[in-house]
């Protein structure tokens, strides 16, 4: 067995490999670049070596980098992780040669499996059910069109060597063939080096559901059952579930056989994951090979009990399977959703920033948590912005659907744009919960995951206010302390003293009106009204008494917005406070900060221009998509601080904006 082994990666899937490797006693080795210095997987690793800058092509995917450090460090084994060097049959082929143990399939599999169109031509002589389609070597566009034509449209054009949702597109009819080919190439050529693309029928709202396989250097292989994978997002999963839901124990059997069979054609080592098509009438069709662990293999070990890692590192030392096929066995139904920074609202766009605040849901028997990031960690736009998995396990599915419901709601995250609610939403949709799963389920649910969300009552304007004076009360006697004029108690010679707070939520104001009595407030919200008071922890925790009510909450405050979290829902507040009299001046130049690293691609009006609300001033492309910053109100761009093509840091001033003070009087 090792005594060392470097983990080629980063982010939840190095946490989780450290996790494995110290419960069995081998020492780990994490690799980082700049941008990645202080992460969790570099504290969690008993050594950590730096192999380059922020990029990925200068780091994590840099083969020379990274077998450097693993000689300097000692490792016997790299666990390549997935994603980055995974996959790369090369870096597999230098590992061997530096005499490092890759863990994973040889170089061979890898190169097999590479190409989606040799796969399908080995998997055909497997015996392997296939796809009807076109995976051949001619690329000629009017040959390929003349192809679909004859396979029967709808058809789907595939990079060959593509993964993650890349280089693919749908064709519905044949006038629509020559231009989505021409940008399948484009993408294909940008991600993968190759543009060459295999066309096949497309089936109407097939499932998506995938075989784990294993296989050791001794020839044994054994599938271990399967999981639903359908719920995806521009051919991207957001759900998987093992094992697969409506899945008859005959296709269980079948797709297992087929699972075994494409294994054994490359004469496999390792986790694998075998991918399929089924249609409604149960048939089902080989997609591809992943020749790695999944991202989603967590769902596969909490239905078995099983480590695949610790699987893989013992069948990387030449260690034979653990268990026979006879020998496996499920109980029981998991989920796992995937936790990201990307705002929902703005066609997923990526987010970046510090993680100011950061809780999950306590783990337990029923609750896994897999991540690389904590409270105080950034999502930085040089890697997949991924926050965490979270998986649930429980008896039933309807169980497990249960506890999934009740551990996204533990799930807050403040400091970058998340899609908590929308898991919420999709995991409640009347297909997922029936279950009526296939690849076109989130554009089939689209009303109901985008429903809008319900107003908060009178209690949560009253918790968020509440919050505002206790963190104001705080901050007032520490300068009390130097000056007794600090201490903002709304004491006064003769009378009470009483001020509005003015929430804005979706851009709707309401009024607080707000008494102060010694160390109590009393309330009104319209007509409602209570007597309010409570404490405030530093980690945002409220414990709130409103009137006969007592009420514990989360409330942060960042960025001039309030964050409540209370009760199963969400909300997110601006305060507008009249005593406040820099902030409307902050709000505006904050809207002139880049929100992310990234380049001018367009300056959209001239240095001294009159502008109206709203209107576009220039473009940041950043993280691959493009960020318009927009005029906050009537005005004058006086200058801009920057040109185009130029290279601009996080939060930097990007231009200066003349407020036209006359409209807005």
């Known amino acids: 067995m090792f005594d060392r082994i470097l983990i080629a990666n980063r982010g939840e899937i190095a946490c989780r490999i450290i996790s494995t490797c110290r419960r ?112 051949g070597a001619e690329q000629d566009p009017e040959f390929l069109e003349e192809q679909a034509r004859t396979i029967g449209y709808p058809v789907m054009i595939k990079a060959n060597a593509g993964g993650g949702g890349k280089g693919m597109r749908r064709v519905d009819q044949a006038d629509q063939f020559q231009a989505a080919l021409s940008s399948c190439k484009r993408e294909a050529a ?38 639903d994978c359908s719920v995806q997002r521009r051919n991207q999963k957001v759900i998987e579930e093992a094992p697969a839901p409506l899945i008859t124990a005959e296709l269980r059997k079948a797709l297992g056989e087929a699972g075994r069979s494409a294994a054994r054609a490359v004469g496999y080592a390792g986790a694998g994951t075998v991918e399929f098509l089924v249609d409604h009438g149960g048939n089902f069709y080989f997609m591809e090979m992943n020749t790695r662990l999944q991202v989603e293999h967590p769902v596969t070990e909490m239905i078995t009990g099983l480590d695949l890692v610790e699987w893989q590192i013992r069948v990387a030392a030449g260690e034979p399977l653990p268990l026979r096929q006879q020998d496996l066995a499920m109980r029981g139904h998991a989920i796992e959703v995937r936790i990201y920074a990307e705002d929902p609202a703005h066609d997923f766009l990526p987010s970046i920033g510090k993680l100011v605040h950061l809780q999950y849901p306590c783990p337990t028997e029923h609750i896994r948590i897999e991540t690389g990031v904590e409270k105080s960690d950034s999502i930085t736009p040089f890697y997949d912005p991924m926050i965490a998995k979270l998986i649930v396990w429980d008896q039933t599915r309807e169980l497990a659907l249960q506890r999934m419901t009740g551990a996204l709601t533990g799930c807050q995250i403040v400091g970058v744009a998340n899609n908590v609610g929308f898991l919420q939403r999709l995991i409640t949709s009347p297909s997922f919960t029936q279950p009526r799963l296939d690849t076109s389920l989130i554009e089939r649910e689209r009303n109901w995951i985008g429903l809008e969300e319900s107003d908060p009552n009178a209690t949560v304007f009253a918790i968020a206010a509440l919050a505002a004076l206790l963190r104001e009360r705080s901050n007032a006697i520490v300068a009390a302390a130097v000056s007794p004029w600090g201490l903002s108690d709304g004491w006064r010679l003769n009378g009470g003293f009483a001020r509005p ?87 505006a130049e904050s809207s002139f900060r880049a929100p992310m690293p990234g380049r001018i691609v367009a300056l959209s009006v001239a240095p001294g221009e009159r502008v109206q609300p709203g209107a576009a001033l220039m473009i940041l492309e950043a993280m691959k998509m493009e960020c318009t910053v927009h005029a906050p109100s009537a005005g004058v761009v006086e200058a801009f601080n920057f040109a185009v093509g130029d290279q601009v840091n996080e939060g930097v001033q990007l231009l200066t904006f003349k407020r036209d003070e006359a409209n807005e009087s």
């Open 24 to 135: 069995m006693g081998i020492r780990t080795i994490a690799v980082y670049s700049d941008a990645d210095a202080n992460s969790r997987h570099v504290r969690l690793a008993d050594m950590a070596i730096r192999i380059g800058p922020a990029p990925a092509l200068e780091s994590y995917l840099s083969v020379e980098h990274v077998l450097e450090a693993a000689k300097a460090g000692g490792a016997q084994a790299i666990h390549p992780g997935y994603g980055f060097l995974a996959e790369n049959a090369d870096f597999a082929e230098a590992c061997a040669q530096a005499g490092i143990v890759f863990i994973g399939p040889s170089p061979a599999a890898i190169r097999a499996m590479g190409s989606k169109a040799a796969a399908k031509r080995l998997m055909r002589e497997a015996g392997v059910p296939m796809t009807p389609g076109y995976d």
């Open 190 to 227: 940008a991600a993968f080096g190759d543009d060459s693309v295999l066309i096949e029928r497309c089936l109407v709202e097939p499932r998506h559901v995938e075989v784990q396989v294993f296989g050791d250097s001794q020839g044994n292989v054994v599938s271990i059952f399967e999981r």
């Open 501 to 587: 707070l003015i929430f804005r939520y979706k851009d709707k104001p309401t009024t607080v009106n707000v008494a102060y009595s010694g160390q109590k407030y009393r309330m009104s919200i319209g007509d409602w009204t209570c007597e309010a008071d409570g404490s405030l922890e530093g980690n945002g925790t409220l414990s709130a008494s409103l009137g006969w009510e007592r009420i514990r909450a989360t409330v942060i405050e960042f960025s001039g917005k309030h964050h409540v979290f209370v009760r199963d829902q969400r909300f997110v507040f601006m305060l507008d406070d009249p005593l406040d009299v820099e902030a409307e001046h902050r709000a």
